[in-house]
């Protein structure tokens, strides 16, 4: 099989790195990381995106998020072969220069408290994608498991403005629908949903309408077909052809050059069955493979986010 490289919009290693800081992404000897450096190259990994996130428990602050950004640099970029990613430019030179990318995302804004300043900082420390919630309320949106279902207040308006701004990419996985609406509404830029899959073929409230993926594939965004068990299959035993099934809906959507994997390794406690680790996303090719030709696979696991990223970016 030809070398399919690999971009992955979302991972939660800086999570289990802020949980505990004995981790070593480098050598990873326990396995404890879904996501390490021997894994991304087994994988043929060319980016891959590290979610800040923060915990529910945590102090709702900018330090577990500027501590997460610590361990990335310490942990992460420290590690031979990693190069951070910010720009159009560093997005081109990937390829030529043979390294594996590692881009910045903010998955869910608590800790700014609606202060604007705060996301301008996170710009220059080189954010650029960002959620405004996960799956509960804050200041800006309700999250999708917020039960008033409530859309964007004017403070998360705001947000997305200055995101807009700035040339910081919206992710709208883990919203509320109505903010979902909201921030399609208000925004002037394409918007992504990083780990999200198809609900007509998984019904859970973390993946997206037919409706929604249209209005993503409408404003030249990215559906990230993500390996959450949970949001794969109803009831959670998922295999390899449980995910080709929500590619091909986003495809049949129309959505053939907007389908990305935003895996969450790292995020879940289970996994896909053949699909623990970013080592085992060959199986993933070879399954993909099976059903459409070489360059469409390319495609979906590179081509269609370095395009994307390459025309997004602020440069
Ligand atoms: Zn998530």
Not at 60 to 85: C, E, N, W, Y
Not at 191 to 215: F, V
Request: net charge negative.
């Amino acid at each position: 099989m030809k070398i399919i490289p690999a971009v992955d919009f979302h991972c939660d290693v800086l999570w289990k790195l802020l949980e505990n800081d004995r981790l070593s992404f480098i050598d990873n000897p326990d396995l404890m990381l879904d996501v390490s450096l021997p894994r991304l190259q087994q994988a043929d990994s060319i980016l891959q995106i590290f979610a800040i996130y923060v915990s529910e428990r945590s102090e709702k602050t900018m330090v577990p998020i500027l501590r997460s950004i610590d361990l990335f640099h310490q942990k992460v970029l420290a590690a031979p072969g990693m190069r951070f990613v910010r720009s159009p430019e560093d997005v081109r030179n990937l390829r030529k220069d043979g390294v594996i990318g590692a881009m910045l995302s903010l998955e869910g804004a608590d800790g700014l408290q609606g202060d604007m300043a705060m996301l301008r900082i996170l710009f220059e420390l080189g954010v650029r994608a960002a959620g405004l919630t996960w799956n509960n309320a804050n200041w800006g949106a309700d999250g999708v498991m917020e039960p008033r279902q409530g859309g964007l207040t004017a403070k998360g308006r705001e947000f997305v403005a200055e995101c807009n701004r700035l040339g910081i990419l919206l992710d709208a996985s883990h919203l509320s629908e109505r903010s979902f609406w909201d921030v399609v509404d208000a925004s002037g830029r394409p918007i992504i949903a990083s780990h999200s899959n198809s609900r007509e073929i998984c019904n859970h409230p973390r993946n997206l309408s037919d409706d929604q993926i249209r209005a993503l594939i409408a404003v030249d965004g990215l559906i990230g077909v993500t390996f959450v068990p949970q949001f794969v299959r109803e009831g959670g035993r998922a295999d390899m052809n449980d995910v080709l099934r929500h590619v091909e809906r986003i495809c049949g959507l129309g959505g053939g050059k907007q389908l990305v994997f935003g895996s969450d390794f790292d995020g879940i406690d289970t996994h896909v069955a053949g699909l623990s680790n970013p080592g085992e996303l060959v199986n993933l090719k070879e399954t993909l493979l099976k059903q459409y030709n070489a360059e469409q696979v390319q495609d979906f696991f590179a081509e269609n986010a370095l395009r994307f990223l390459t025309k997004h970016l602020p440069a």
